[in-house]
């Protein structure tokens, strides 16, 4: 079992050693949401300065399920600029697109060696993908964990903030790792997930993850009617039925994302309990909060997106800063591997 954790200020007398690397992906894949950031975004700002932070817009991965060269062209910037909008500075961290470190796609075939078919059968995600679109069920669908574990190790991260629903992706390339490191050595480290106060951020329907494909998102860059609109729509405890029924907040997930907006969440609740506030209340409140705490985003990204090319620098100036590293690690799998 992968074990969680829990990663918090590096203590002074270590302040000076070498910073632990870090890294994940996100996939170009449309619009965030509040489940992408409270679940994965935040930490990824967290954690920029304290370790040596390496985040990817994975567009390899993207192509498993978008086939408009246009839509990833255009998404893939978007995700740049709305990582930077959201905190992720260029100047702490690199940030850089996947496909623009081509070595990755090397890394992730010498992995498919390595790499019994079997155990990407089992993978929930493909079992979900052959389950909703059998017309689509691509190769890279069934390899997408394989990859993922090449993103992490080309650039020996050990530790990769993510929100739990990547927790079996993570154990598959931790496994993966593991039978390179046995069959050729130890080369590369096990990577752990980190994982935010809100590991899994419940969808507008209140019983599944919050997911794009799902349609229960929250839009976090959207225009406030629009995240008004959304919040409204969120189904709360399904046992309060009239307005002077008490509320339970512990099941109701309008509550729960109170804690991340306000500091008087517990004052919420007990309103919630007494049945001094109703559901409408205590969601315009939840609204009102999202939409300012990410209105600063919301205008960062508008002024981003309409500098093009300044976001493509960014992105090309982090690829370089990743390419010693990736050369680095190809050279010496290669190496141990017989590839000369
Ligand atoms: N609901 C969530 N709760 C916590 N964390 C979440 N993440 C995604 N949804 C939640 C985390 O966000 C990061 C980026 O995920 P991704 O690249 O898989 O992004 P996505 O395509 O935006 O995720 P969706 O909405 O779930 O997409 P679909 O519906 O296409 O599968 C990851 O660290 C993820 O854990």
New binding site residues.
């Given amino acids: 079992m992968t074990a969680d954790v829990a990663v918090s200020a590096r203590p002074a007398e270590v302040a000076s050693a070498p910073r632990p690397r870090i890294f ?1 992906g ?2 170009p ?1 449309g619009v965030p ?1 509040l ?2 950031d ?3 975004i935040r930490n990824y700002v967290r954690l920029q300065t304290e370790y040596e932070a390496i985040y990817c817009i994975v567009d390899y991965h993207a192509l498993t399920s978008t086939h408009s060269p246009d839509a990833l062209r255009q998404r893939t910037r978007e995700m740049a600029a709305t990582l930077m909008a959201l905190g992720l500075d260029p100047e702490r961290c690199t940030l850089f697109v996947q496909s623009h470190r081509p070595e990755v796609t090397e890394l992730a075939w010498l992995f498919t060696t390595v790499t019994p078919v079997s155990w990407l059968e089992r993978t929930p995600t493909y079992k979900e993908k052959r389950q909703n679109q059998p017309e689509d069920l691509n190769h890279g669908l069934l390899a997408y964990p394989v990859l993922q574990a090449a993103d992490i190790v080309l650039y020996k991260a050990s530790l990769v903030p ?5 927790a079996a992706h993570l154990e598959l390339s931790r496994e993966i790792v593991r039978r390179f490191n046995a069959m050729y050595g130890e080369t590369f480290p096990e990577p752990q997930p980190v994982y935010t106060e ?4 419940l969808g507008t329907d209140g019983v599944r ?6 349609g229960n998102t929250i839009e976090i860059l959207a225009e406030p009617e629009t995240i008004r609109r959304q919040v409204m729509s969120m189904v709360t405890d399904t046992k309060r039925i009239l307005r002077t029924d008490p509320g339970r907040p512990e099941v109701c997930n309008v509550c729960q994302l109170h804690r991340f907006f306000g500091g008087d969440y517990e004052s919420i609740w007990e309103g919630e309990r007494t049945a001094r506030t109703g559901c409408v209340d205590t969601k315009k409140l939840l609204a009102e909060r999202i939409a300012a705490h990410y209105a600063p985003a919301r205008e960062r990204y508008l002024e981003l997106i309409a500098a093009p090319d300044r976001v493509d620098r960014i992105l090309a100036e982090g690829a370089e800063r990743a390419r010693p590293l990736a050369a680095a690690t190809i050279a010496e799998v290669r190496q141990r591997m017989g590839i000369r």
């Fill in positions: 994940s996100i996939q894949s949401h489940g992408n409270l679940g994965a993510v929100g739990k629903d990547q809100a590991p899994v951020v993850k919050m997911s794009k494909s799902l």
